[in-house]
């Protein structure tokens, strides 16, 4: 079991920054890929950001350039830096760990991007 909760969301100006934490526990095995996805209203969630167990990393198109995904193994967190943020960012933002077929979510943290 993983379990995984998230921080950090809040509402932000545009062009404004926010930085989302992800605090894993649990059985964190190595080989694993975790990440942060997004759920905006009336909309499928979708992938923002992974990064696997070696460091590796890979964003969404929409966000790349904006956002910086990257992790501490010392304190098992995951943290996504977002600079740049736009009205269309608001959603919640979900984190993620993945190990072959098994799946843990966190509970989401609500970004809100408004003037």
């Known amino acids: 079991q993983v379990q995984l909760v998230e921080s950090g969301g809040g509402l932000v100006q545009p062009g404004g920054s926010l930085r989302l934490s992800c605090a894993a526990s649990?059985?964190?095995?190595?080989?694993?890929?975790m990440g942060w996805y997004r759920q905006a209203p009336g909309k499928e969630r979708e992938l923002v950001s992974t990064?696997?167990?070696?460091?590796?990393?890979n964003y969404a198109d929409s966000v790349n350039g904006r956002f910086t995904i990257s992790r501490d193994n010392a304190k098992s967190t995951v943290y996504l830096q977002m600079n740049s943020l736009k009205p269309e960012d608001t959603a919640v933002y979900y984190c993620?760990?993945?190990?072959?077929?098994?799946?843990?979510w966190g509970q989401g943290t609500q970004v809100t991007v408004s003037a």
């Open positions: 993620n760990y993945r190990r072959f077929s098994f799946v843990s």
């Open positions: 649990g059985s964190i095995l190595s080989s694993h890929v």
């Open positions: 990064i696997t167990s070696g460091g590796s990393t």
